[in-house]
């Protein structure tokens, strides 16, 4: 019998507008590497005397040890334990306050000093939590680095981040940096806390891509025109505040071109093309705004390598992709992922293009507008607790008609500030374990804000994430339920919360940190909350 050949059909070959980028070139096959350790001739004496020839010349020997042998246990500097202040600015204890760390406790800053409420996102540097600083009360991002500082070296380069922060001058689509600290080897870096990232998000409609782009735009424009580059654009580096606005965040790739130093690339998926030539220009920032508005715009997973990454580089938008585009904003894509950097539109071309202007100028009215709303009501809530505060507080209640307290209070009772009882519930329920967890099983992060996969003790007292919004899959993978998913109101503005700080799936009230708080403000026990409707009503009823 013959056997039967058939032919496999082939997809249709991609039209290349220009040569492919040189891919490297491997080795022939054929070519031999000379082996270390070669194959024993006959007889011991022959092996012993090919090792003896195959061995490198013994080095001069070195009059005394190096220093580093000599004193064996030396101690870098920044491996004292205690915590030192960060900072390119100013002397490095000025910016670190100590009013709630206590030396003689073997809890570290970041224990002592912030209530640590759920993890945020992990990336190849650390992992970032969502704390509250018991120092103002106010919730932040904490970026802890994964691992201690290998070297002089690595402590540098992990502190160039801390150094971009500062250097670069504060602006709305950026994220906002507070302070940072280095304790027992590891770098921590306290920002403004946003509202996850755009890779938990899937824009809606075409009109939310121009509002991510108009963001981004301003943002890069500052990033450029102080003469920096990120290097790092993609979704995950970029985070939403409350109030829908797009920030630039993740300084730790940012080049200063004043610096001569060598930029280093980001993710693949993003990468301009001629960076593989070592060429760091404000273009390559530009392209991987573009792949991250063509990856938001079309909703495709971008190839990390390959044929389909060539394409892309080439100037190809695969119509099959793009079709569902608007002719403008394909047209911006295509300037922006023009293959050839110095043909590449600049940002400030791109903000200079009419159509460009209009978007921005209508953005920025609009987020302008929902801010000044959010501002609004927060004053108008202030204003109305301080009433209700001062009119409890001012009117004198009949004696029958005052609450009955208990006589001897509890510790948890008597402490009538935030922080008195968050410091307690913290030392004892959330840093019990060494932090950063480097053991935590991988998570599904949907809204970022909360990680299912960190122990329940995260969260304060008893009340941990709760269950019913996960649906396990095992036991290192935790999903989250549909009733907690991806919130697009960011963008249209038709679900503001009404709390200062919220998630952007999950409104205050389905935090579990929102629950936990809640529960203690109302359930304190022996100090039952009353309706003073109803001692009113009591104490007529008396008379
Ligand atoms: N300020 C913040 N507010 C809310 N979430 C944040 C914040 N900063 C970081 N995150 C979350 O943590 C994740 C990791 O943060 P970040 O990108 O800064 O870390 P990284 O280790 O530098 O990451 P990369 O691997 O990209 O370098 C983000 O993708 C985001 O989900
Ligand atoms: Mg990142
Ligand atoms: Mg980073």
Redesign the pocket.
Known sequence: MTPVSFTMPMPPEPKVLHTPIPVPIFFNEGRTFSLKKRAPANGSSSTANALCQSLPPRPPSKGCAPVSRMFLNHEYSWSHPRPRGVSFRKSAEQNLSFSHYDESKKESYFQQCFQCICI???????E?Y?VRSLEDGQLY?V?CSMERFRGVGDRQQKLQEVLKHERLPPHPNC?TFKKAWEEKGRLYIQ???????L??LLPSSEGEVWDILSDLLCALRHLHSHNMLHL?IKP??V?LSTSGRCKL??F??VLDLGDKKDGMEG?PRYMAPELLQGKFTPAADVFSLGMTILELACNIELPKGGDAWQQLRQGYLPPEITSGLSPMMLNILQMMLHPNPSKRATVFQLCSLPFIRRILWKRNLSLKLKESLRSMQAAIQWIMSLVCWSWFSLIPLPPRWKLKQPETPTRSESSSSYSDTQQDSLKDEVFHFPLPQLDVSPII?RS?CHSPALPSRLSLGSTSTPQHLYREIDHNHIERSEDCGPDMSWISGSSESTSPVRTPSCSSSSSPMGDDLNHRKQRRPGFEPKNLLSLFEEASMEE
């Open positions: 945020l996102g992990r990336g190849s540097f650390g970032v969502k991002a970026k994220v920002t403004e806390l946003c509202q996850g990232s890779q938990q790092d995950a580096n985070f965040g993740d730790g790739l993710d992060l970022g």
